[in-house]
């Protein structure tokens, strides 16, 4: 099952980076970053870890490998920050509050888009995070 998960976490990611026109030769980069953070979250939350905490981490190893990246093949870091980030976002969840709102119920709906927020939150702190500590590492080099 879990490699049925990469496996789709891959194409996900490199598929996202044709979308958002990405060169040809990082697509396999970007699938790689993808699945990296997929594998993160996934073990995370395997060994019982609140999913807005797996998110973060994941996020902030997605941000990471993609800073890597950008500096090692000379390519805008946001190619792979967009691409990689993509297996996390909570689409399916944030879909499910929706539904729950058009069927009146909404002490469920609330609970959904809240977790959705909370997810979409940890994303957003997980690359900023990672963004300031490169930051700091580059600043006590000079």
């Known amino acids: 099952m879990i490699v049925e998960q990469l496996v789709t976490s891959f194409i996900a990611s490199a598929a996202f980076g044709v979308i958002f026109n990405a060169p040809k030769q990082s697509l396999l980069k970007c699938g790689l ?15 019982n870890f609140d999913s807005v905490i797996a ?8 941000a990471i490998v993609s800073q890597m990246f950008a500096k090692i093949y000379r ?4 190619i792979f920050n ?23 119920d909404y002490n469920q ?23 300031v500590i490169n930051q700091i590492i580059r600043r006590s080099k000079l």
């Open 33 to 47: 970053v993808g699945m990296g953070g997929w594998l993160i979250y996934t073990l995370f939350v395997y060994f």
């Open 55 to 62: 998110t973060l981490i994941a996020s902030i190893f997605v």
């Open 75 to 78: 390519t805008p870091i946001i």
């Open 82 to 104: 967009v691409a990689g980030i993509i297996p996390l976002v909570p689409g399916g969840l944030a879909y499910d509050a929706m539904r729950n709102f058009v069927e009146n």
């Open 109 to 131: 709906a609330v609970q959904l888009a809240a977790k959705a927020l909370m997810i979409s939150g940890s994303i957003a702190m997980g690359l900023v995070f990672s963004e």
